[in-house]
């Protein structure tokens, strides 16, 4: 299995994150407004997490601006919004030997480095 991030290149938290990694790290990256996510990639993601809802981002600013927390989302609707939107993948999402790795707090980032630091 091939270890990946999906990250926002014009994302300063995402930035300070991939400088934090491990040097020589063997992963792609996969820049998500350069280069959308497929249906494929985000089932693997689901696979691996159990739920759209666990890689959508509340913090958004469409989120806000659509009025979404008033709303009843199902998950077909977290799905759709991923696909139709990259902000609303939450970052950095990470896929490493099978697992994923939704960075978005400062121990989530130590583990990453943790695991990458054994691979």
Do not use: W
């Not at 159990?50 to 989120?63: N, P, Q």
């Not at 008033?70 to 099978?98: A, H, P, W």
């Not at 707090?105 to 990458?116: A, C, D, E």
Request: net charge neutral.
């Amino acid at each position: 299995m091939i270890n990946k991030i999906y990250y926002l290149g014009t994302c300063d938290t995402c930035r300070k994150i991939i400088k934090s990694l491990p040097k020589d790290v063997d992963l792609v990256f996969h820049d998500i407004k350069q280069d959308r996510i497929t249906e494929e990639q985000l089932e693997e993601m689901l696979q691996l997490s159990g739920s759209y809802e666990s890689l959508f981002s509340k913090k958004a600013i469409l989120y806000k601006t659509m009025d979404l927390k008033n709303k009843q989302l199902s998950e077909s609707d977290y799905k759709n919004l991923i696909l139709e939107n990259y902000t609303f993948l939450s970052r950095t999402v990470f896929i490493i030997n099978g697992g994923i790795y939704i960075v978005n707090s400062q121990q989530n980032i130590l583990k990453v480095n943790t695991v990458l630091n054994n691979v």
